[in-house]
Structure formats: structure tokens, C-alpha cells
């Protein structure tokens, strides 16, 4: 399996309900980050959680990271239609000189019904 | 307003004929990268560059060249492109050049079909 790699790779829930995404991981890392993509649109980044971090929130988000379990999960509470998108984690690895590459996984689509 | 820009955003052109995809930024990032995404496979790192005149290869490097010869600009070279290299294609800057540690700002993206 790839690093950084989203379960479930689909999600469909009901608008006012909360939605769950994990990412697991095989190597160090220096930070997790998590980003949102509408159809065929640019990335846009949501959250960053260093490794010496266990968990952020960003208005309707909370995202949590386990390094022991080498995973993370992204939560969107009281989701609405606009947040209708696919979600990437990428994984930026434990620095150790040089240029680390941040690798992003194949992502969760996630579907909210009005 | 901070940007990436890429252009064109569409582009449909026939195997063999060398094409350029301009990216801009206006940030001052030092870090600028091109990333392909296809079906199933996620996003994947073309090259990169940590600064002036200082490129790299990514992942999937074969069929593309770049150049990085001011800050702002990072333009993707396709020689002679070919069926496979059909996709949508993102430019991304970032800060730092020790590494791509921070939030990457994507552009809009451009859809590449090669007939």
C-alpha cells in the first residue's frame, strides 16, 4: 500500500451528520497534512499536524494522529453539501538533510446529501 | 490576491507536438513543484524545484522537462508528448526550500488531452 493512504476511498452521509476519513502511513514523519479537492479543482490545503502533535481543530474540523499507529484521522462535524469533495492526506517525512518529498495518497470522495 | 496561476487550463494537441504549460506564482515561494493526477493513482510528483536555477526529479519524470530561471516561474516542458502523458497536471508552491514541509498552494489545474 502507498504512504499516505485514505480509508474509506468513498463516503456517503446525510447533510447535519459527521464524517470520518483515515490515513495511514509507513515511515516517519515531520508533519501530516490534509487537503480538499472539488471536482477538477486545485487543492486546497485544510490542516497541518506536526508529529509531536496528537490533535488540531480547525472550526468544523478535528483531525487526530496516532505516530505509534502510524495513522490519522480527519473528522468534519455537522457536515453540509458544500463540504461535497475528495480529501487527501500527504505525509511530509522525518527531515534527515536534503529534500524530503511529501507523497499524497489516492484520497476519499466524500459525498454529503442535501 | 496570492496565487498560482497555470496556463492554458485546457489543452488538447496531438502526439509529437512540444507544448509548455507556464506556472506562476506571486508569493515569493522558494518551492515550486508539478504534480499529475489520473484515475486510481492519486497525485504524483513530476519534478521540483527548491529554488533558482535548482530542479529535480519527482516520481514520474520520464516525457517532462522544467526550468526555473526566475522565482515565480516554473514552466513544464512536454517535448514530444505522447498518449500517456494525458492527465491533469497541478503546479503547487510552498515556503522553505529545506524541504516541502509546509501548506503547498495548488493552482487550478491543466486538463492535458494528447491525441
Redesign the interface.
Known amino acids: 500500500s502507498q504512504q499516505g493512504e485514505e480509508d474509506p476511498q468513498a463516503l456517503s452521509i446525510q447533510e447535519g451528520e459527521n464524517a470520518t476519513m483515515n490515513c495511514s502511513y509507513k515511515t516517519s514523519i515531520n508533519n501530516l497534512q490534509w487537503y480538499r479537492q472539488n471536482s477538477g479543482r486545485g487543492l486546497v490545503h485544510l490542516i497541518l499536524i506536526r508529529s509531536n502533535e496528537r490533535e488540531k481543530h480547525s472550526g468544523r474540523l478535528r483531525v487526530t494522529l496516532d505516530t505509534s499507529k502510524k495513522s490519522s484521522s480527519l473528522l468534519i462535524t455537522a457536515s453540509r453539501a458544500a463540504d461535497t469533495a475528495s480529501y487527501f492526506c500527504a505525509t511530509a517525512p522525518k527531515y534527515s538533510g536534503g529534500y524530503q518529498k511529501v507523497t499524497f495518497g489516492i484520497g476519499t470522495k466524500l459525498q454529503v446529501i442535501p | 490576491e496570492a496565487q498560482?496561476t497555470q496556463n492554458p487550463r485546457y489543452l488538447i494537441t496531438v502526439t509529437g507536438k512540444k507544448l509548455t504549460v507556464t506556472c506562476s506564482q506571486n508569493m515569493n515561494h522558494e518551492y515550486m513543484s508539478w504534480?499529475r493526477q489520473d484515475p486510481?493513482?492519486?497525485?504524483r510528483?513530476i519534478y521540483?524545484s527548491?529554488n533558482v536555477e535548482v530542479t529535480?526529479k519527482?516520481?514520474v519524470p520520464e516525457g517532462y522537462k522544467v526550468s526555473r530561471k526566475e522565482k515565480r516561474n516554473f514552466p513544464l516542458i512536454l517535448e514530444s508528448p505522447s498518449p500517456n502523458q494525458t492527465s491533469?497536471y497541478?503546479c503547487?508552491s510552498s515556503f522553505q526550500s529545506?524541504?516541502?514541509?509546509?501548506?503547498?498552494?495548488?493552482?487550478?489545474?491543466t486538463?492535458l488531452t494528447v491525441l
Open positions: 498560482v504534480y486510481g493513482l492519486g497525485l510528483q521540483y527548491m529535480d519527482g516520481d491533469l497541478f503547487a529545506s524541504g516541502a514541509y509546509n501548506e503547498q498552494f495548488f493552482g487550478p489545474g486538463r
